[in-house]
């Protein structure tokens, strides 16, 4: 019998464009604030300058002798380095990048001129090499003779990579930015630049605009504008013009959802220069790469009649930083240039909307995922075109969702629950393996696949978690957004192969311990069985902390009350429930389904003696932030002992006649009974 193979998906072409243009931008983006830095030292003090001065802009003489300035050396020297520096570390952390820069300075006094491209070969390898070679005596070194070896090695490698790079590498790197400069120069001179947006437009749309930008215009555009005090190369492919043209188009003659979102949408693409968020719209009618080419190509032609050009990279592509990086004859050129691709992209792109048949309803989320599929990651701004307002940010995820994160303030209480909601539905879906588990936001790291929040809160979750989905909720118990999390699982995890927790690498979760060990007890929580507990004694819900009539009538009150029963107990200290009222104060403990378990902040841990809960009833009902809360749920976890607690109370909260014994319980062994009294 044959067997069969199957065989590998094979990455396409575009992909591995788009991880070399990565690569390429890794280089430039971390220093695209010394770029303009020298911008503006150039437009303002070089001898055409706003305000010339002679030891700055490298002019004239000052005593007889030649003033060398900033601009000269911040571009020869200063640019290249830090470019060949931070390739270097991208390969091989700061040792890397230490000898990449050794590198860099031998391409850089070889060629005698701005050497970007050099750098950009020469940091990497410096790097790549330097990796290499410490790998063959790794482990081998005598104690002792550790700093010798490495700081030798490297200057002993960096010195050859020096002379590689001032004999060998130099000479071909000034022939090709010699080469290219003539090709840029003979499309000029024949008027044959504006062309290029042929392929500059299309490419931004499938994201190989970052190849195409930092690998090859802003190299060349810094060399010319060396040479000529500006370059028309920096204005190739970050001109805002065409993609606010399209924006106008949709928000004059498109519908539903585009039509709605497209104002925010060219205010973000215009004013903070960030243009993918423009090619969903392209996505939804692909026809609309017409109105961009010709936005392209009638900016690049205003810029070529008009001489005008930029004295530095305009990144990100925002109107103030183009304006920013004009050179001082060019302001007419450049702002006609915007205009005029914007109205020319605004032209072409109203034909088509208006004699293609097509329905914009429902489209722009699917596009926006499209475009996320293309860009490898989720997009920093699709959530302001999917609605993050309705609390979801949608991402394009690599494979099966295997791990999700629910973060709260202090990952004690509210997160707890809300983590054993959804994992009894994402279980109850047929999708056991995927491990659900509660962290405070202090802990996070960009490991999850999917991050839920308080609405109050995903800002704070976002920096640190940018390449997972984000879902805001506002009620912990039953919120829509759970459902919505279950159908992402479901079409990852079905489309993408099955779930596989072990693949799953988590920070530290909960108050203290290890992900493992949250996880555990969370999970052992949702399948009815008590964690072994770390450590502490007696009932974590004892019958005295059971309150069937509570005798607060306030928020504050209340929280006082279930402080107190934690306190009578000897789990808190006075500071604990003080950092109740704080926790409550910044983000409301309010879950639902007439529930609140206030608990202290990430900080009040060293308040905790051990774990805890109390129960109190409010049969009138209280006012709990303008929401109607009848049971008080106080919380003090160490260790993760008091998960299980806190998830059968989620499983009674989450179940309406489990909620209306609560309510018509008269002794407090029907609480104990429906909650689970487990001994700790």
């Not at 979801?392 to 629950?417: E, H, K, Q, W, Y």
């Not at 009848?630 to 260790?639: D, E, L, P, R, T």
Request: net charge neutral; proline share 4%.
């Amino acid at each position: 019998m044959a067997t069969e193979t199957v065989a590998k998906p094979r990455t396409s072409a575009r992909v591995h464009v788009q991880k070399f243009g990565t690569f390429l931008s890794g280089m430039i983006m971390p220093n695209i604030g010394a770029f303009i830095a020298w911008g503006l030292i150039t437009a303002l003090f070089i001898e055409k300058g706003w305000l010339p001065v002679p030891q700055l802009g490298g002019f004239g003489e000052t005593d007889g002798k030649p003033n060398i300035g900033l601009v000269g050396p911040m571009i020869t020297y200063l640019l290249p380095l830090l470019i060949g520096y931070t390739g270097g570390k991208m390969v091989y952390d700061v040792r890397g990048g230490v000898v990449g820069a050794i590198g860099t300075m031998g391409v850089i006094v070889g060629a005698g001129i701005p050497m970007f491209i050099g750098a950009m070969i020469m940091g990497p390898l410096g790097g790549w090499t330097m990796k290499k070679i410490d790998s063959l005596w790794d482990g081998k070194i005598r104690p002792g003779f550790e700093m010798l070896v490495n700081n030798f090695s490297a200057g002993i490698w960096g010195a050859l990579l020096a002379m590689l790079g001032f004999y060998a590498v130099a000479p071909v790197v000034s022939g090709f930015s010699a080469g290219a400069g003539n090709v840029v120069q003979f499309l000029v001179n024949n008027g044959l630049l504006p062309l290029t947006s042929i392929f500059i437009e299309p490419a931004k749309i499938l994201f190989l605009n970052n190849a195409i930008n930092h690998g090859v215009l802003t190299p060349l555009g810094v060399q010319q504008s060396l040479e000529q005090g500006k370059s028309i190369l920096f204005l190739l492919e970050a001109n805002p013009g065409p993609g606010l043209g399209i924006l106008l188009a949709y928000m004059f003659f498109g519908k539903g959802a585009a039509k709605a979102s497209a104002p925010g949408a060219a205010i973000i693409h215009f004013l903070g220069g960030i243009h993918e968020i423009y090619f969903p719209y392209v996505l939804m009618r692909p026809l609309l790469v017409l109105a961009a080419i010709a936005g392209g190509m009638t900016g690049i032609a205003t810029l070529a009649v008009t001489g005008a050009g930029l004295v530095a990279p305009a990144a990100p592509g925002s109107i103030f930083a183009v304006l920013a990086q004009t050179s001082r004859d060019s302001y007419l050129g450049v702002i006609l240039a915007v205009l005029l691709a914007t109205a020319a992209s605004f032209l072409v792109a109203s034909i088509i909307m208006k004699t293609t048949k097509h329905s914009d309803e429902g489209d722009l989320n699917a596009a926006t995922s499209r475009m996320e599929e293309m860009k490898g990651k989720k997009s920093s701004v699709s959530s302001t075109l999917t609605g993050a307002g309705a609390g979801v940010g949608t991402a394009v995820l690599a494979g099966p969702i295997r791990n999700i994160v629910f973060a709260c303030d202090a990952g004690m209480g509210s997160s707890a629950m809300g983590a054993s909601v959804l994992r009894n539905k994402i279980k109850a879906a047929g999708f056991p393996d995927v491990k659900v588990t509660n962290s405070a936001i202090a802990n996070l790291s960009d490991t999850y696949d999917v991050v839920v929040t308080h609405q109050d809160l995903t800002e704070r979750a976002k920096p640190v978690t940018s390449s997972a989905a984000h879902f805001s909720v506002d009620n912990f118990m039953n919120s829509p957004r759970y459902d919505e999390i279950v159908d992402l699982v479901r079409e990852s995890n079905t489309e993408g192969g099955t779930s596989d927790a072990g693949h799953a690498a988590e920070p530290g979760i909960g108050t203290s311990g290890g992900a493992a060990a949250a996880g555990g007890a969370a999970a052992g929580a949702a399948a009815g069985t008590a964690a072994a507990p770390a450590g502490g004694t007696g009932e974590i819900l004892a019958r005295e902390s059971v309150v069937l009539t509570g005798s607060a009538t306030t928020r504050d009150a209340a929280i006082d009350e279930a402080g107190r029963l934690l306190l009578a107990r000897g789990a808190v200290d006075e500071g604990y429930i003080a950092a109740m009222h704080e926790r409550e104060e910044s983000v409301s403990t309010y879950m639902g389904s007439f529930l609140a378990i206030p608990h202290g902040t990430n900080a009040a841990k060293d308040h905790i003696r051990k774990s805890a809960v109390s129960v109190i009833r409010y049969p009138q009902g209280i006012d709990w932030n303008g929401k109607e809360v009848k049971f008080v749920v106080g919380v003090a976890g160490v260790n993760n002992e008091h998960l299980h607690i806190l998830s059968s109370i989620a499983k009674v909260f989450t179940n309406k006649e489990q909620v209306a014994r609560l309510e018509a319980a008269t002794t407090e062994d029907e609480v104990l009974e429906l909650f689970g009294k487990v001994n700790a």
